[in-house]
């Protein structure tokens, strides 16, 4: 690091990287190797003393790893980073790093699912408790709060139906009970909000998304002091082996290389995307934390400093088929899971229920999300338009 306070490019270009050390070449190196060799065995034994800050065994530390961690600590303005095998493991390993049995847990209602499948299916078992509740008003985690509670969960905002919390308030209420915070920052990324900032403890994402952001490595990161990413480090990451391999680490350093572009062009897509689809009397509503009709528009507006390409919307359809025939009928909106890369992508709610269970009647069945890649926006309005006139064919 040159300066106190880097630049994004300075972080995304240079930080962590020592080109004199191979060969001057642009691109760091994939040290692809398993084990690192020493000299002496009094270096070998300060190494496994201290194995958080040497090479060993890439299930710890790897040269390649290190750039990546480096440069995501310093987007979050954390003190430390970890970069993991996916954004679940960043889920797991934040909150099973600090909760043991007897314990009691605060979290914002229907955050990710693997998260909920971890609060609901495998914390009960060893005896910690979680409370679900509305995250739009910080009175309501005050509330839920036990002389048990150890952890307030976040996710702001969400990724279906974009709920904000309002981080600042919730970390000050946190810690005048001395509860950790943990935020899921998947929706923003490092670029448009930074919850570290605000005063939460630790600040995690899939990296899947956008940090990588080429829809070809699963990966997770978690930010926060350097004592807290040390203790994950040497528990749950190396008991569990929940590392990224180096390959995956050196892609994601080359994804990392265009996040503000991409992010930015994604981000005006959207917006682009959203006005497009209001002037559609079959759109229902609209839910995109940056639509002044959004219902918590001002605090997004002071929280973060951009949205990135994921919204969602309810059709008005009176049978199932309709919302078939819409994301049916779109040709390069592709119909899949996750987001952040390169291809704008489509996905209902129903997909995620049993037939007979769907009801037209309920809105929240009718609801799409969408992630508007960075495609050229004449490319994506086509494809709308053709998906809403398939929605009417009989
Ligand atoms: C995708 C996602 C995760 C999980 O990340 P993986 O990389 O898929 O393991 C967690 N939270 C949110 C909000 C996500 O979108």
Request: contains cysteine; glycine residues 6%; proline residues 4%.
């Amino acid at each position: 690091m040159k300066t106190e306070n880097p630049s994004i490019s300075e972080i995304i270009n240079e930080l962590a990287e020592d080109r004199s050390k191979y060969f001057n070449s642009i691109a760091p190196p994939v040290i692809q190797a398993s084990n690192f060799s020493f000299d002496t065995v009094d270096q070998f034994r300060d190494a496994i003393l201290h194995e958080e800050s040497a090479y060993i065994y890439s299930r710890g530390n790897n040269p390649t790893v290190d750039i990546l961690r480096k440069k995501l600590a310093a987007l979050d303005h954390a003190e430390d980073a970890l970069v993991l095998n996916s954004g679940a493991s960043a889920i797991y390993a934040s909150v099973v790093a600090n909760v043991k049995s007897g314990d009691h847990i605060v979290s914002v209602k229907k955050p990710y699912g693997w998260a909920q499948h971890l609060f609901e299916k495998i914390l009960p078992r060893f005896g910690v408790e979680t409370t679900y509740v509305d995250g739009t008003d910080v009175k309501n985690f005050e509330q839920a709060l036990r002389p048990t509670t150890k952890i307030i969960y976040l996710e702001s905002p969400n990724s279906w139906t974009f709920e904000l919390q309002d981080l600042k308030a919730v970390a000050e209420l946190a810690k005048a009970n001395q509860v950790l915070t943990i935020c899921d920052n998947s929706y923003c990324s490092s670029l448009y909000q930074r919850p570290i900032d605000y005063g939460i403890d630790i600040s995690f994402q899939s990296a899947t998304k956008y940090l990588n952001g080429h829809s070809d490595v699963v990966a997770g990161v978690i930010s926060g002091t350097k004592e807290m990413i040390n203790k994950i480090f040497s528990n749950e990451l190396m008991t569990a082996g929940l590392g990224i391999s180096p390959f995956h680490a050196w892609l994601m350093i080359r994804g990392l290389r265009t996040l503000p572009i991409r992010l930015k062009k994604s981000s005006k897509n959207a917006r682009m995307i959203v006005s497009f689809l209001k002037t559609f009397l079959e759109v229902e509503s609209i839910s995109y934390p940056f639509d002044p009709l959004f219902p918590q528009y001002d605090l997004a507006k002071e929280q973060m400093e951009d949205t990135g390409g994921l919204f969602s919307f309810v059709l008005k359809a009176e049978k199932v088929e309709v919302i078939e025939k819409f994301c049916q009928g779109l040709q390069h909106f592709l119909m899949a899971v996750s987001w952040g890369g390169y291809e704008s992508l489509v996905m209902p709610a129903i997909v995620g229920m049993e037939k007979g269970t769907i009801n037209m009647d309920n809105p929240e069945h009718r609801r799409i999300r969408m992630y508007v890649g960075i495609e050229e926006p004449e490319y994506l309005i086509e494809d709308l338009k053709r998906g809403l006139e398939a929605m009417k064919k009989r």
